[in-house]
């Protein structure tokens, strides 16, 4: 099928690049694959979101029923936790883009749902439970577009009955907006060397929960972000936030910095502390959850983004990383960067160009406002992975007011994978955590039930092992197995088989898409590829 342009993934990345090209030339045939059952079922976000992109790309939007409208943000707290206590951070002491004034919190997936709908009034075919699953090249070696996932295929790799193969998109430009580690992306990177000259990538996994709660307790636009407990007792870092949105719904999450080097640290149950917290309890207690899931998020930063363009592709969004760490928000600038993509995309079209690099693309990247913002902020994460919670958060907090008031010392901070920095488990001791009381804090099973993930059982495992003795050979022995607790979908168990042994199991329909596996597997022997489409979650609102 050819296109002037097909782009991977329908997040706020994807989407907005697919409008815009719209916008600046109706004749431009553009078409969205997403691997999940509908727009918005794999989006899992805050979401706090910055507007600025939105008001460029439709100004209009808050008069066309954008349920992102509904909730503008009123109240904003940072508070530093201790086990039992908290202090929250004075106005004053955080640099003024902190603010979360002018904001909005609601759904990312349903602002997705709302762009997707807006895309295809404008033309845009949109082919959702299709994944694309394999990178086209032409014979010059340039991105002839992607060919989408077989559907049928058994387990051992023979075609059932209701067997389709995929189909191959071709296309003059392919943008790749397939959120933080996509697996396409990763090859693209490696391909064409786009890390040659930027720091690695680094990540955070971000778990997240709906709840109803109890009305009297609910305070629309209200938002708090925290730092500190727990992760402060394991020398690890991360925070969480708890954002109150419409429909008397709270969403609240956790994310875990995947730099941490204890391998007994278990992000999910950390997360089931931190609700624990008596200013975080009281809000739950008298209400019910209504939804989980999780993500990983990109916090490299400004030196970790690659380089943009190659020959018939594009990296847009989170594929490249643009997300501002203290501000835990990319929407924005994912949004901002599938715009010029597409004003790239667009000229060289006209321009009867085809099938090269949008070298421009990368150039306008560089010199947006996105490069601004995230140029300001690059040491923040660094210093805390460093320094830690406490030291490195002042840190990080004086090195953005010095980039703020133009006093900013002309450094960057380097980063090393997230894979890299695990520590051999005989190094440090195990970490006990308590057991689920089911009424604020509950099991990884349960959990994933109302993430609504369904995967046909009878495929080929969608987590490869590259070498298949690795997990019990070098995971169980010297790391004790962190694939068992840095999954929080669960995935991944050691079981004892006859003799006593164990041995990985991997319980594949499980997968919430998260990444997290391909990310922080110390020996980086899984590699995550897309299942047969519309498997994984389906997220309602998240
Ligand atoms: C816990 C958490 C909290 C966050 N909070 C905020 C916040 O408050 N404010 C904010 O602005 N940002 C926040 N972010 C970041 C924000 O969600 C991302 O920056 C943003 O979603 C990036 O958009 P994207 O379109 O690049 O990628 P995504 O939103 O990840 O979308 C990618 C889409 O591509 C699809 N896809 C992937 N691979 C393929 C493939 N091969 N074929 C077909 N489809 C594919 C996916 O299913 C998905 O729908 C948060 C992130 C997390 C994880």
Same mark, same amino acid.
């Given at each position: %099928?050819?296109?002037?342009?097909?782009?991977?993934?329908?997040?706020?990345?994807?989407?907005?690049?697919?409008?815009?090209?719209?916008?600046?030339?109706?004749?431009?045939?553009?078409?969205?694959?997403?691997?999940?059952?509908?727009?918005?079922?794999?989006?899992?976000?805050?979401?706090?979101?910055?507007?600025?992109?939105?008001?460029?790309?439709?100004?209009?939007?808050?008069?066309?029923?954008?349920?992102?409208?509904?909730?503008?943000?009123?109240?904003?707290?940072?508070?530093?936790?201790?086990?039992?206590?908290?202090?929250?951070?004075?106005?004053?002491?955080?640099?003024?883009?902190?603010? +979360?004034?002018?904001?909005?919190?609601?759904?990312?997936?349903?602002?997705?749902?709302?762009?997707?709908?807006?895309?295809?009034?404008?033309?845009?075919?949109?082919?959702?439970?299709?994944?694309?699953?394999?990178?086209?090249?032409?014979?010059?070696?340039?991105?002839?577009?992607?060919?989408?996932?077989? %559907?049928?295929?058994?387990?051992?790799?023979?075609?059932?009955?209701?067997?389709?193969?995929?189909?191959?998109?071709?296309?003059?430009?392919?943008?790749?907006?397939?959120?933080?580690?996509?697996?396409?992306?990763?090859?693209?990177?490696?391909?064409?060397?786009?890390?040659?000259?930027?720091?690695?990538?680094?990540?955070?996994?971000?778990?997240?929960?709906?709840?109803?709660?109890?009305?009297?307790?609910?305070?629309?636009?209200?938002?708090?972000?925290?730092?500190?407990?727990?992760?402060?007792?394991?020398?690890?870092?991360?925070?969480?936030?708890?954002?109150?949105?419409?429909?008397?719904?709270?969403?609240?999450?956790?994310?875990? #910095?995947?730099?941490?080097?204890?391998?007994?640290?278990?992000?999910?149950?950390?997360?089931?502390?931190?609700?624990?917290?008596?200013?975080?309890?009281?809000?739950?207690?008298?209400?019910?959850?209504?939804?989980?899931?999780?993500?990983?998020?990109?916090?490299?930063?400004?030196?970790?983004?690659?380089?943009?363009?190659?020959?018939?592709?594009?990296?847009?969004?989170?594929?490249?990383?643009?997300?501002?760490?203290?501000?835990?928000?990319?929407?924005?600038? #994912?949004?901002?960067?599938?715009?010029? #993509?597409?004003? #790239?995309?667009?000229?060289?079209?006209?321009?009867?160009?085809?099938?090269?690099?949008?070298?421009?693309?990368?150039?306008?990247?560089?010199?947006?406002?996105?490069?601004?913002?995230?140029?300001?902020?690059?040491?923040?994460?660094?210093?805390?992975?460093?320094?830690?919670?406490?030291?490195?958060?002042?840190?990080?907090?004086?090195?953005?007011? %010095?980039?703020?008031?133009?006093?900013?010392?002309?450094?960057?901070?380097?980063?090393?994978?997230?894979?890299?920095?695990?520590?051999?488990?005989? $190094?440090?001791?195990?970490?006990?955590?308590?057991?689920?009381?089911?009424?604020?804090?509950?099991?990884?099973?349960?959990?994933?039930?109302?993430?609504?993930? +369904?995967?046909?059982?009878?495929?080929?495992?969608?987590?490869? $092992?590259?070498?298949?003795?690795?997990?019990?050979?070098?995971?169980?022995?010297?790391?004790?197995?962190?694939?068992?607790?840095?999954?929080?979908?669960?995935?991944?168990?050691?079981?004892?088989?006859?003799?006593?042994?164990?041995?990985?199991?991997?319980?594949?329909?499980?997968?919430?898409?998260?990444?997290?596996?391909?990310?922080?597997?110390?020996?980086?022997?899984?590699?995550?590829?897309?299942?047969?489409?519309?498997?994984?979650?389906?997220?309602?609102?998240?």
């Amino acid at each position: %099928m050819p296109y002037d342009v097909v782009i991977v993934g329908g997040g706020p990345a994807g989407l907005a690049a697919a409008i815009r090209l719209k916008q600046v030339n109706d004749e431009l045939e553009v078409c969205v694959l997403e691997k999940g059952s509908e727009i918005g079922a794999h989006i899992l976000s805050g979401a706090v979101v910055d507007p600025r992109a939105l008001d460029e790309l439709l100004p209009e939007w808050r008069e066309q029923d954008c349920p992102l409208a509904e909730v503008p943000v009123t109240e904003n707290h940072h508070w530093m936790l201790s086990r039992s206590g908290k202090f929250d951070m004075p106005h004053f002491a955080l640099p003024p883009f902190m603010s +979360n004034d002018g904001n909005y919190t609601g759904s990312l997936g349903n602002l997705c749902r709302w762009l997707g709908e807006k895309a295809e009034e404008m033309g845009v075919e949109i082919f959702p439970g299709f994944p694309a699953s394999e990178v086209l090249f032409d014979e010059n070696g340039a991105v002839m577009g992607v060919a989408t996932q077989d %559907m049928g295929v058994a387990a051992d790799g023979s075609q059932k009955a209701d067997y389709q193969p995929g189909m191959e998109l071709h296309a003059k430009y392919t943008l790749f907006a397939e959120g933080a580690r996509g697996h396409l992306t990763k090859r693209m990177k490696a391909h064409f060397d786009l890390e040659a000259e930027c720091q690695p990538q680094v990540y955070g996994l971000g778990i997240k929960e709906l709840w109803d709660i109890d009305p009297a307790k609910h305070v629309p636009g209200r938002v708090i972000h925290t730092q500190g407990w727990p992760l402060s007792e394991s020398d690890s870092w991360g925070g969480g936030f708890l954002y109150h949105q419409a429909g008397g719904q709270v969403a609240l999450g956790f994310v875990t #910095a995947l730099d941490y080097a204890n391998p007994y640290v278990f992000p999910f149950e950390e997360f089931q502390r931190w609700k624990h917290h008596p200013a975080i309890r009281e809000v739950l207690e008298g209400g019910k959850r209504v939804s989980y899931g999780a993500r990983a998020i990109n916090e490299g930063g400004w030196q970790s983004v690659p380089q943009l363009a190659f020959p018939g592709g594009a990296l847009i969004g989170c594929s490249a990383g643009f997300v501002n760490v203290p501000r835990i928000k990319g929407t924005h600038t #994912a949004m901002k960067s599938g715009m010029l #993509a597409a004003d #790239a995309a667009a000229a060289a079209i006209v321009g009867e160009r085809e099938k090269d690099a949008l070298d421009e693309y990368d150039t306008a990247v560089r010199s947006s406002w996105i490069a601004d913002e995230l140029s300001r902020v690059r040491n923040a994460q660094p210093l805390v992975s460093k320094f830690g919670g406490a030291l490195g958060t002042v840190l990080a907090g004086a090195d953005m007011w %010095m980039r703020t008031l133009k006093i900013g010392l002309p450094y960057t901070m380097k980063h090393e994978t997230d894979a890299a920095k695990t520590g051999r488990a005989d $190094l440090y001791k195990k970490i006990e955590y308590p057991k689920p009381d089911g009424v604020i804090s509950f099991d990884r099973l349960s959990s994933v039930f109302l993430s609504g993930t +369904n995967h046909e059982e009878d495929q080929p495992c969608h987590l490869v $092992l590259k070498d298949p003795t690795i997990p019990e050979k070098v995971n169980l022995p010297v790391y004790a197995g962190p694939e068992a607790r840095y999954c929080p979908a669960g995935v991944y168990e050691f079981v004892e088989d006859d003799n006593g042994i164990e041995q990985l199991v991997i319980n594949a329909q499980n997968c919430v898409h998260c990444k997290t596996c391909d990310i922080k597997d110390p020996t980086q022997n899984i590699e995550w590829v897309t299942p047969e489409g519309g498997g994984g979650p389906n997220y309602p609102n998240m």
